[in-house]
């Protein structure tokens, strides 16, 4: 019963960028973590960096120094600050809310963004 809401994605030229949201809504009480993943064409899906319930994040080599994770516990909401994009970065990003219940985590994806970076 958690509703995860991806957006922000849309098409910018290489090194310009795009802050994406992911937003979770519903029975939401306590949220482990929330992961970032894309997906570009012909590929598989990838991990591209978490932020835990401290505050902490990690991202994937290939992003670390452009991609930034943050998030507003008010508005329940992770942000995804990509900077300096490359084309390579063109994916559907998708984020993934770890929340637990009954002391159990749960996963919760978002439907995904689409991210476009032009050469």
């Known amino acids: 019963q958690v509703q995860v809401v991806e957006s922000g994605g849309g098409l910018v030229q290489a090194g310009g960028s795009l802050r994406l949201s992911c937003a979770a809504s519903?029975?939401?009480?306590?949220?482990?973590?929330v992961g970032w993943y894309r997906q570009g064409p012909g590929k598989q899906r990838e991990w591209v960096g978490v932020?835990?319930?401290?505050?902490?994040?990690n991202v994937a080599d290939s992003v670390n120094g452009r991609f930034t994770i943050s998030r507003d516990n008010v508005k329940n909401t992770v942000y995804l600050q990509m900077n300096s994009l490359k084309p390579e970065d063109t994916a559907v990003y998708y984020c993934?809310?770890?929340?637990?219940?009954?002391?159990?985590?749960?996963?919760?994806w978002g439907q995904g963004t689409q991210v476009t970076v032009s050469s």
């Open positions: 519903g029975s939401i009480f306590s949220i482990n973590a």
């Open positions: 932020i835990g319930s401290g505050g902490s994040t």
């Open positions: 993934k809310v770890v929340v637990l219940m009954d002391r159990a985590p749960r996963d919760y």
